[in-house]
């Protein structure tokens, strides 16, 4: 048995003008200056506190509280299937993997539990993933509480699983917990921060990404 752990926002959905733009509207209801889409984009894969502090570190923990509300309120108000779209070839990667009974596939991701599911809902992936791990339940990523807990509930050990994510927090994360972290270029991390946080390789699209991890499973 093998185990795929997919990162969402970067890997399987390119959800940066989604979380802009709502990033940019909590901004705005706290009457500070919005952040450019460069700034924002580092920070995803955090859960929302940890982002808030590094995005307005001279705030007080009242305001970076009210950020992470209204940065919820405008996210979920958004189109999913519109604003954060499939990246072309994560479904049929998801498919050609889910096709072997020994091969199981999780995620792990800063997105909260209702975020996860709305994405799933929207873009027709239920039933594809045997565990769900989602920033409500976990510590912020690096921490590996996230890809433990989808060890635990598939029974498997480190050694026969892999993460996969665009950002360093999903590489640290990936050798926090003892498992191999795969990088994809297509994120919002550049390759030399991947590569500096661990990734074992740099996947560059999705054709690449399925040819590596079926040879790593091999």
Not at 96 to 117: E, F, N, Y
Not at 134 to 161: F, N, W
Not at 174 to 183: C, E, I, L, N, T
Request: charged share 20%.
């Amino acid at each position: 048995m093998k185990l795929f752990v997919f990162d969402v926002d970067g890997t399987l959905v390119d959800s940066q003008h989604h979380i802009h733009a709502a990033m940019t509207q909590a901004f705005q209801a706290v009457d500070l200056p919005p952040l450019a889409l460069s700034q924002v984009v580092q920070i995803v894969g955090l859960s929302l506190p940890e982002a808030m502090a590094v995005l307005a570190p001279t705030q007080d923990a009242a305001t970076q509280a009210r950020l992470v509300q209204e940065y919820k309120n405008a996210f979920n108000r958004a189109r999913i299937t519109e604003d954060a779209p499939l990246y072309p070839g994560a479904l049929d990667c998801l498919d050609a993997l889910a096709a072997r009974d020994d091969w199981l596939l999780a995620v792990a991701t800063g997105k909260s539990r209702r975020g996860l599911h709305a994405m799933i809902e929207a873009h027709g992936l239920q039933g594809r993933f045997v565990s769900l791990q989602a920033a409500d339940d976990h510590p912020s990523k690096p921490h590996p509480s996230m890809l433990l807990a989808a060890l635990a509930e598939t029974g498997l050990g480190p050694e026969d699983a892999v993460m996969i994510g665009d950002t360093s927090f999903d590489m640290q994360m990936s050798r926090a917990a003892g498992m191999a972290g795969f990088g994809v270029s297509w994120g919002y991390h550049d390759d030399a921060l991947l590569t500096e946080a661990g990734a074992r390789l740099i996947a560059t699209d999705f054709n690449h990404l399925t040819d590596a991890l079926k040879g790593w499973a091999a």
